[in-house]
């Protein structure tokens, strides 16, 4: 069974700074997307970004990029140029790309990023 | 419209009470989730719709009753909860189940049973 670990319970970052959010994962399939979600105090789940398996290519969206090695089975985010309102609540969280039952969200214990003015 | 809006936000019902929560989407996506959230802690699936079907139930505990009555609705109804049901109800939709690429969240609806 595909399990997804972040070591991190919580992290602090001051304004303007960079800061990276740990993911690990452990599957025995060979494709399969990634994802970094964050929930802020408005409860809302909002995806950062995503990660298609079989693409060498780490995605980024603006401020947001990750580090994605597929051979250590590791999904970092990378945060620059930290605002307040990035402070919340991160997950990542992996999906098969095959379907059936297993085709759910499977999603790490998360990691609270306060941003400090 | 790329929202998928949860009604009530917050819900305070009693261990005998019966009320329901809804999802609503109107981005033509055919699957649609419910997740229960405890504090600090990840989203955990609850229900699965495919095309208006159950696919998944994650041996949900009957006092816990879907509903898909169309693709854009989905209805989760609640009856004779216990204090520990008191948590995060979160709905999603995604374009498919099957080849999902992202998935849409509401805010959820806060539930607290007295």
């Known amino acids: 069974a595909q399990t997804v670990t972040q070591s991190q319970p919580e992290m602090s970052v001051q304004e303007a700074e960079t800061v990276t959010l740990s993911c690990t994962y452990d599957?025995?399939?060979?494709?399969?997307?990634l994802f970094w979600y964050k929930q802020p105090p408005s409860r809302q789940m909002i995806l950062v970004i995503r990660?298609?398996?079989?693409?060498?290519q780490n995605a980024t969206e603006n401020r947001f990029s990750v580090n994605f090695q597929k051979a250590a089975k590791s999904f970092s985010l990378k945060i620059s140029d930290s605002q307040l309102g990035d402070a919340a609540m991160y997950f990542c969280?992996?999906?098969?790309?095959?379907?059936?039952?297993?085709?759910?969200?499977?999603f790490g214990t998360g990691t609270l990023l306060a941003v400090q003015p | 419209d790329t929202e998928v809006t949860q009604t009530p936000k917050h819900l305070v019902m009693g261990m005998t009470n019966k009320k329901s929560l809804k999802c609503e989407q109107h981005m033509g996506h055919r699957a649609m989730y419910w997740y229960k959230q405890k504090a600090k802690k990840p989203p955990e699936l609850m229900f699965v719709?495919?095309?208006?079907?159950?696919?998944i139930n994650e041996s949900v505990p009957s006092r816990f009753s879907p509903e898909c009555p169309n693709s854009s609705l989905l209805n989760l109804h609640l009856h004779a909860l216990q204090p520990e049901d008191s948590a995060l109800y979160l709905c999603?939709?995604?374009?498919?189940?099957?080849?999902?690429?992202?998935?849409?969240f509401g805010s959820g609806t806060r539930l607290t049973v007295v």
């Open positions: 990660q298609e398996a079989y693409k060498q």
């Open positions: 719709y495919s095309y208006e079907k159950l696919s």
């Open positions: 599957t025995s399939e060979s494709d399969y997307y």
């Open positions: 999603a939709s995604s374009q498919d189940f099957n080849r999902a690429r992202t998935y849409t």
């Open positions: 969280a992996y999906r098969t790309v095959y379907g059936g039952a297993t085709n759910k969200l499977i």
